[in-house]
């Protein structure tokens, strides 16, 4: 027997914005809320326990110290990923240096918040 990831919690000023953010990207809805503000979000009509992982945005006013360790990665399912882009920069993505060369094939963002995640080139099925 093996462990699956189920859902990924990210520490957030203003679990609000980052649930609205995160949901229009990943087409989720909102899933629960906790008393201390957590909002989790998640694929409709499966939620927790389905074949993606949720969302927590917990909150949190610790500023980041660090580069982020782990990051989340994002494919397109219905359109290229220079559409995808458009469509990520519009919901308030923005554009994130962490070095690149230039020569890439994906794309790093930084989410509302400033955490940083990447566009990937290849189209994938929608779950």
């Known amino acids: 027997m093996a462990c699956r990831i189920s859902e990924l919690v990210i520490d957030c000023v203003d679990p609000e914005r980052l649930a609205s953010f995160w949901s229009e990207v990943l087409g989720y809805v909102e899933l629960g809320r906790e008393e201390d503000g957590s909002i989790e979000i998640g694929p409709p009509g499966t939620g927790f326990g389905g074949p993606q992982p949720t969302l927590v945005l917990s909150p949190s006013s610790d500023p980041r110290p660090t580069k982020l360790r782990l990051h989340i990665d994002v494919n397109p399912t219905d359109r290229d990923q220079d559409a995808e882009l458009e469509r990520l ?37 929608p779950v």
Do not use: K, S, Y
């Open 89 to 125: 920069l519009t919901l308030g993505a923005e554009p994130a240096d962490v070095g690149q060369t230039g020569t890439e094939t994906w794309h790093v963002l930084a989410d509302p918040e400033g955490n940083e995640f990447c566009l990937l080139r290849t189209r994938i099925r």
